[in-house]
């Protein structure tokens, strides 16, 4: 009621007061502006926001404009309003803090989106063409400040703006203009004159995770600061306001290692002695949920493609044990097969875009700064080198064989590895920044690919070298897996968004995947059914050590990367 009161009067043209934006003059109001060009300056643009946490009263005008002003759907928001509260009955007190885009100077969605479908202007916005977004959601993944949604209806990415087409013409965004408190301050932050400029360069102003080098472009004056760190208030489990309470056997173990899911609940239902005496943590009453943007299909694409890269390196590594490369199996079957689970990994690919139709826009369209387009050409790399391999294979030329073996393993490590650096580009998930991630995934394709080389030998003749030598892959791709997991384990954490991702994946939800899986299934069976082949056991023994191996990296990185996108960022 009280947003669409004053989305009235937004719309309605009464000038009260004026305020300097970017190279213009503007008279201000409560509806339209009238623009008047600045003389002097330095002829650029460097647009920001400031907001007064100290004047907003949490009225939600603001994403009651912005939601009218770009047709924005239900279910999602451009900016929202996120309320805590502090302290126990009756000593108790409700923060609210506006979230948005920062419109970051370093924008790391701009750097992972493969076709520049996000991109920074020449005035500083961070802007998106939706006619070129193929819904990858890896910008989901980059921002750290949860800003990113995709649009239930064009089903691509979408998010603030700045209200760029109110700009152009010399108009301020439309929740600047509809704030009854005026309590969102928008302008040229390189306009010495300008009221933003000199807020930030006297007032005593915060950021969000500034840690994560995007140098934002969003301050808050007098914001409580459990409210804009993510993790400074606790969600109680209880629904919050708006919302009706959740089951208990739908709340998910989402909290850091000192407040969990369980106990909220119960402080929820049953205060403590603590939580009457100093209220407890500050709780989360009203925010935004957003899913997990990646999900199984991720994990299975890590899966499949390093198989398809162990396949490969296994022979390599065959080779150097003497294998005899006249057979089936290395003139054709090696990638053939390879060839199969690369395909398998481009469908997993596609089918997880939000807009599969625009695909082949990584190619045509792509951005090479994103390795989601460098991890294309490797792929298409790896795939024109197994197409050349397998003809020769089938029409009998051996000369090159053994020089394609070794490009191929050698593409096949990149094509293991390359996902360690997209990762690294999604900068709101700490826990994939770890440097330890590069040789996990080379160690998971060693050990998928080499025990899938002995379970695919008992189907076809692969030869006793190369059984050999998919059995030592598989081995000792396990062994150093099982390295990383402790490593990951012991070290410690240098941020609290890693602790808490490495707690939901070790200890909270994902503990049985990850300890259960991936260490026993993915570390313990694969180590221990193949040093019994090598010293002797039948095939059949190995080959059941790589389905361990197979269904215990799936499971590892299943856990990996949904606990990275557990831990909340706003």
Known sequence: MTGAFLFGLYSVPNIFATRDIGEARFAVGLGELVCEKRIGGSGTLNYGFVIDQTSCIGCHACTVACKTEHSVPLGVDRTWVKYIEKGSWPDTRRFFSVMRCNHCENAPCV?????????????????????????????????PYDALYIDPDENTAQKCNYCVHRVEVGLQPACVVVCPEQAIIAGDLDDPDSKIAAMVATDKLQQRSVEQGTKPKLW??????????????????????????????????????????????VTAAQPSKTIKENGGPPRIVYGKDQPMPWGWRVSSYF??????????????????LGADLSTGWAQWGTPL??????????????????????????????????????GAWVLSAYALVLGIWFLLGIFGVDGPIEQLVWVAAVLGIGVAGYTAFLFAQAEGRDLWQSPTLLWHMVAGAFAAGGGAGLYIGLLVD?????????????????????????????????????????????????ATEWWLGGQFLGVVVPIVLGALFLGGAELWVGALGGVAAAAGVWLADDAFVKAGQSVPLA
């Open 462 to 510: 692969i030869g006793e070298t190369v059984e050999r030598a998919c059995a030592w892959a598989m081995v000792g791709g396990a062994a150093v897996l099982g390295l990383l997991a402790v490593a990951e384990i012991l070290t410690k954490h240098p941020t609290r968004n890693i602790a808490d991702a490495v707690h939901h994946m070790t200890r909270g939800t994902f």
């Open 337 to 374: 097969v390879a060839g199969l689970f690369l395909g398998v990994t481009g469908g997993l690919l596609v089918w997880d875009l939000k807009r599969p139709d625009r695909f082949y826009y990584l190619i045509t369209k792509g951005n090479p700064s994103s390795w989601l387009v460098k």
């Open 111 to 143: 750097s992972i989106c493969p076709t520049s479908a996000l991109h920074t202007r020449d005035d500083g916005i961070v802007d998106f063409d939706t006619d070129i977004c193929i819904g990858c959601k890896s910008c989901m993944q980059a921002c």
């Open 303 to 320: 899966l499949t493609k390093g198989i398809s890269a162990g396949l490969t390196i296994a022979l390599a590594l065959a080779l150097l």
């Open 220 to 265: 808050y004056k007098g914001a409580d600061a459990a409210n804009i760190d993510p993790l400074g208030a606790v969600n109680p489990g209880d629904g919050g306001i708006w919302r009706d309470p959740a089951s208990s056997w739908l709340a998910v173990d989402l909290t850091p290692p000192t407040a969990t899911a369980e106990s909220a609940l």
